[in-house]
């Protein structure tokens, strides 16, 4: 069932621009000592099941196969690592976002209210060179706390109980910075004030959300 998701949802990031070529890369916790992932190379829409591998938590390959796991492995497991109950990881390009990245902007501002409800400011981590060490040394301030963050002149990452919970953040993520884009044409977006968005946060645990949060500003 977990390998059927993590196939479905490489095809969902793809039909949905989130990705291309073969960028990105998808992870779900299936046991206490093991990781599923995807393999290196492959564009997700065409993602099958020889694509995906079985790691241990230090990142050693269980699975006998010809494909090797994304160089981008490294920043996946450190969030298994800091974060227990996290069960999926979603790395990914998506466009809006990934502008905001490239441009040293986090989304952090208190504009929308279903992403100040269910992610609350999504963070900018500073650059790491891609496939290195720096890549996780770089969010590893930011993910005890934060379950989508973007990746500075890379990408996003976001986390999820399960790997389509992780999916739609990373879809939300995307379709929120689109929104703030267009805003900037029309003048600018409109901060909620302080007593609106201290409503929206007692809100809540009544809607359903209890992963952790950074507040927007």
Known sequence: MKRRALLE???????????SGS????SIRISRDRILTTASGIPKGELREE???????DGTVITRSKWKPSSEIKMHLIVYSRRPEINAVCHAHPPYATAFAVAGIGMTSCVIPEII???GAVPLAPYGTPSTEEVPSAIENFITDSDALLLANHGALTLGKTIEEAYLRMESIDHAAHIILNSIILGGPKKLTREDVEKLYATRIGLGFDN???RCK
Do not use: C, F, Y
């Not at 490489?10 to 990705?19: I, N, T």
């Not at 960028?23 to 998808?26: K, P, R």
């Open 9 to 19: 949802i490489g095809k969902k990031l793809w039909m949905r621009g989130l990705v």
């Open 23 to 26: 960028d990105g890369n998808l």
């Open 51 to 57: 694509h995906l591998l079985e790691l241990k938590p």
């Open 117 to 119: 409800v269910s992610l």
């Open 212 to 214: 952790p949060v950074p």
